[in-house]
């Protein structure tokens, strides 16, 4: 059974600062991992995807990279605002399609951006 | 284009009770995906639908339904509602075989 984990829960950084959030997986047989954020009370907003053959994606300000033999991926932000905080979340999905094609969330880092 | 709509926003409800919640996926996707979130457990899914037939399902009990609608609008259904039913249900959607999802905003379930 896949189980994604995120560490630490939360984080609180100064503006401006670079971070890296983590995400480990314990099943490397992923057809994808994506990078989620989810701000108060909101739904999902897609950041990153990275697929199984792909090291890193970058959007911006983030970069996503994929280590699937160590089971990790790392979402870096340059240069944070206080617009980023918001809760991040990854998911990795297993197969294309079809049964056992669902997303597997980690429970999120909350990120906390001070002025 | 409009996002991904769910209504109601919020609800309570009582134990015992069942609630009915709908979604709208943006034009022209045909797949939805339902989640449910808690502090406790994170996001887990629920269930997927694709052309009106579910085609992926999660490890929740029978008291959690759903259905898709010609027009792919989705509904859910939760019978029997127990406390720890409470929590935010999400839905997205996306097009047939992309990756990307398009969640919506959102239910809050308050179960008393």
């Known amino acids: 059974k896949q189980e994604v984990t995120q560490i630490p829960a939360a984080l609180s950084v100064p503006e401006g600062e670079n971070l890296v959030l983590n995400c480990s997986f314990t099943?490397?047989?992923?057809?994808?991992l994506q990078w989620f954020r989810q701000d108060p009370g909101k739904g999902l907003t897609s950041l990153l995807l990275?697929?199984?053959?792909?090291r890193e994606q970058t959007s911006g300000r983030l970069n996503a990279s994929l280590d699937k033999s160590s089971g990790r991926s790392t979402l870096y932000i340059a240069a944070s605002q206080p617009g980023d905080s918001a809760t991040y979340l990854c998911?990795?999905?297993?197969?294309?399609?079809?049964?056992?094609?669902?997303?597997?969330f980690g429970k999120g880092i909350t990120l906390s951006v001070r002025p | 284009k409009a996002g991904v709509t769910q209504t109601p926003r919020y609800l309570i409800k009582t134990r015992g009770q069942q609630v009915t919640l709908s979604c709208s996926p943006i034009?022209?996707?045909?797949?939805v995906s339902w989640y449910q979130q808690t502090p406790g457990q994170g996001l887990q899914f629920l269930f997927e639908?694709?052309?009106?037939?579910?085609?992926n399902k999660g490890n929740f009990p029978g008291r959690f339904s759903g259905r898709q609608f010609s027009n792919s609008r989705s509904e859910m259904n939760v019978s029997t509602l127990e406390l720890g039913d409470s929590a935010l249900y999400l839905c997205?959607?996306?097009?047939?075989?992309?990756?990307?999802?398009?969640f919506g905003p959102g239910t809050r379930l308050l179960v008393l």
């Open positions: 997205a959607s996306k097009l047939a075989g992309a990756e990307t999802q398009y």
């Open positions: 099943d490397s047989a992923i057809y994808n």
């Open positions: 990275i697929q199984s053959s792909q």
């Open positions: 998911a990795v999905r297993r197969i294309a399609t079809g049964a056992n094609s669902k997303l597997t």
């Open positions: 034009s022209g996707h045909r797949s």
């Open positions: 639908y694709f052309s009106e037939t579910q085609r």
